[in-house]
């Protein structure tokens, strides 16, 4: 097991991978972590880089990389990976921004340390970045949406930190689950139970746009209703004056008749009595 601080990494310029996980190791990582140029490079596949003439080979490369919880195995392929691991340490400082630049990275895990601070929006330039682990630690802050441009990552863990706000669960982000974004309290969104503020006050504000639209409808269709009923008759009667006196003298029938009924109900309630 190692101790101590992480030396200086200038002179690995030709290093692909980096795993010093599941040690004792302190302080901030280096600004140097920079200068690892073959990672800093684009690397595409390509037929000579998958099938060498093994024929000339003397030995065997194989690597084994352990990541998104699988132990992965690679031998043709072993010029294309590029990895840093330095998980489970004691390293602390804040997120190195300097890693953003190394653009043929592949694998990058953080995880188990102390490191604070934000997530830079120039993670977005890890095009290759496959795996991404920064879980326990104390990152803080908002989630940069740029991470939803990294459309080659395929396993993310941002759990146990101190992130904060809406999840942007837009792009590649949206392939992941609710464990990949556990642990952190602040932290809210889909594909988490717990709901942002501003949601809330959207929909809140979005019922009551929708319910007095459909007040404003209900009492305008009241007031049509009654203007027909009243202003139609009165227009067609006074259109049509055969109409109109026809009108009058059904209702004179009507209140004459009434009187007439009422003292006919009465008589025969009151024999009834007797």
């Known amino acids: ?6 030396p200086s990494l200038s002179n690995l310029s030709s ?21 690892l140029k073959a990672m800093a490079q684009d690397h595409n596949m390509s037929i000579s880089s998958l099938y ?5 080979s003397q030995y065997e490369e194989k690597l084994i990389v352990i990541t998104k919880g699988l132990i992965l195995e690679y031998k043709r392929t072993l ?10 340490n004691n390293l602390s400082g804040e997120f190195p921004e300097g890693i953003t630049k190394l653009f043929g ?18 993670i977005s330039k890890l095009r290759q970045l496959s795996s991404l682990d920064l879980s326990s630690n104390k990152l803080f802050d908002s989630i940069p949406s740029s991470m939803s441009l ?16 809406k999840i942007p669960f837009i792009g590649q982000m949206s392939t992941f689950t609710e464990s990949a974004f556990a642990g952190n309290p ?56 055969s109409w109109c006196d026809a009108y009058f003298d059904f209702v004179d029938k009507i209140v004459k008749w009434l009187p007439f009924r009422k003292r006919v109900t009465y008589a ?4 009834q009595r007797k």
């Open 1 to 6: 097991m190692f101790s101590g601080r992480l």
């Open 15 to 35: 290093l692909h991978v980096l795993d010093l996980a599941q040690n004792n190791l302190m302080g901030e990582i280096p600004v140097t972590l920079v200068e």
């Open 52 to 56: 060498h003439n093994r024929s000339s």
């Open 79 to 88: 010029s294309l990976v590029m990895s840093i691991d330095l998980s489970d």
């Open 105 to 122: 990275l592949v694998f990058l895990n953080l995880s188990m340390n102390h490191i604070i601070g934000r997530i830079p929006e120039s």
């Open 150 to 165: 990294l459309s080659s990552l395929g396993y993310l863990n941002l759990s146990n930190n101190n992130f904060s706000d």
């Open 186 to 241: 602040n932290l809210c969104g889909v594909p988490l139970v717990i709901k942002c503020q501003d949601e809330g006050t959207d929909k809140s504000v979005e019922d009551k746009i929708d319910s007095g639209f459909v007040d404003q409808w209900f009492y305008l269709s009241i007031g049509l209703g009654f203007a027909v009923g009243i202003l139609v008759p009165y227009f067609v009667l006074a259109t049509r004056r």
């Open 268 to 271: 025969r309630n009151h024999a």
